[in-house]
């Protein structure tokens, strides 16, 4: 049976391979991108396997409306990958307190959104829980 994947960061790097690797075995998509332009290939290749969904993780309440637009979408969740985020390069001392609260908002809490409004939706299918994260970037 297919899965459905939810992909945030689905625009390039780990996100985009995470899509493509569900894609090409038959699996359901959604996947998120600040620009849901930036997942037209994926359209293009995969059609209706693939819901692209405009998705900017620091914003709680588009968070869980994307979760649950994917869900109803689909009918059913199975894995969760968090994979938005970012690292701050340099040096501790150069790196300002918004500079570091911006990226604990992407990363730590955009992930923690992901989580919380799909869970339920996981706890009521009866499924085990797969989720997946990018680990915290930050070179200090």
Do not use: C
Not at 39 to 45: A, I, M, R, S
Not at 90 to 98: D, I, K, R
Not at 114 to 130: C, I, K, W
């Amino acid at each position: 049976m297919s899965k459905v994947w939810f992909i945030t960061g689905s625009s390039r790097g780990l996100g985009r391979e995470f899509v493509e690797a569900a894609l090409s075995r038959g699996d359901k998509v959604a996947a998120t991108a600040r620009s849901a332009a930036s997942l037209d290939d994926f359209v293009t290749k995969y059609g209706d396997a693939v819901l692209p969904l405009a998705l900017d993780v620091t914003d709680k309440a588009a968070v869980f409306a994307s979760v649950n637009r994917a869900k109803e979408h689909f009918g059913r969740l199975d894995v969760i990958v968090n994979n938005a985020g970012y690292a701050q390069i340099g040096a501790v001392e150069e790196l300002s307190e918004q500079q570091l609260r911006d990226q604990m908002e992407t990363n730590f809490f955009g992930a923690f959104w992901v989580v919380q409004a799909a869970l339920p939706h996981l706890r009521a299918q009866g499924s085990d829980t797969q989720e997946i994260s990018r680990r915290a970037q930050g070179d200090f």
